[in-house]
């Protein structure tokens, strides 16, 4: 695994900065979070850190701008295109948690837009639905800047310390038991997020059962 990582890390600095920024910020301004990994691009930021191919800081900076030029972006299309916007055939099969999202932007206003930042889902659509909504840009910004340092320092330095601590591990048990940590690690978190999805589907079901019953 140790090899594997550098390998997929072993490129120029600069497309790493790059990569991670170019991912972070398409997550959010075209609305696809459920599809662009954003969050993971930032966790690897971060890890490419912990190798010393690139600096945290420098990579803290990018993923937070990224994140909040990509916010702004996702609030200017919906603000100009937002009807049309949410008409798109792409999101038919997420319509259920297209009106969640809208019902929490209605109740919690500009916290919904910060809350939204830690859902991959909400992350994408929450920018285009406060610009659809015609929510103040001022006040849309104070959020999404809060929500970009918050969310954006975090992923990166849980990356950091994920791959700070894999070498701490290696050194003092050995690869073979650092391996097999992380191995159980990955596994948990993809019995997690298929969970999640599930949960989803669940919730997408229930939603077009109501609505086919009225």
Do not use: C
């Amino acid at each position: 695994m140790n090899s594997l990582l550098h390998r997929i890390l072993d490129i120029a600095p600069v497309w790493i900065y790059l990569i991670v920024t170019a991912l972070v910020f398409v997550e959010d301004a075209i609305f696809v979070g459920f599809v662009v990994p954003g969050e993971t691009a930032a966790v690897l930021g971060g890890v490419a850190a912990s190798q010393g191919h690139v600096a945290l800081w420098a990579m803290i900076v990018l993923v937070v701008v990224a994140a909040i030029v990509g916010d702004s972006v996702g609030y200017e299309v919906g603000k100009k295109v937002g009807p049309r916007l949410l008409a798109v055939r792409i999101l038919d099969k997420h319509r259920g948690r297209v009106e969640q999202a809208q019902d929490f932007l209605a109740r919690r206003g500009g916290w919904a837009v910060f809350l939204g930042r830690f859902t991959a889902f909400f992350r994408a659509m929450m920018p285009a639905l406060a610009g659809t909504s015609k929510m103040p840009y001022r006040r849309f910004l104070a959020f999404n800047a809060f929500g970009g340092i918050v969310w954006g320092t975090t992923f990166v330095v849980l990356g950091f310390i994920a791959g700070n601590s894999y070498e701490r591990v290696a050194k003092t048990v050995g690869r073979d038991i650092a391996i097999g940590v992380a191995v159980l690690v990955i596994v948990g978190l993809i019995v997690w997020k298929v969970r999640e999805r599930r949960r989803e589907r669940t919730f997408e079901a229930n939603y077009e059962a109501v609505h086919e019953a009225d």
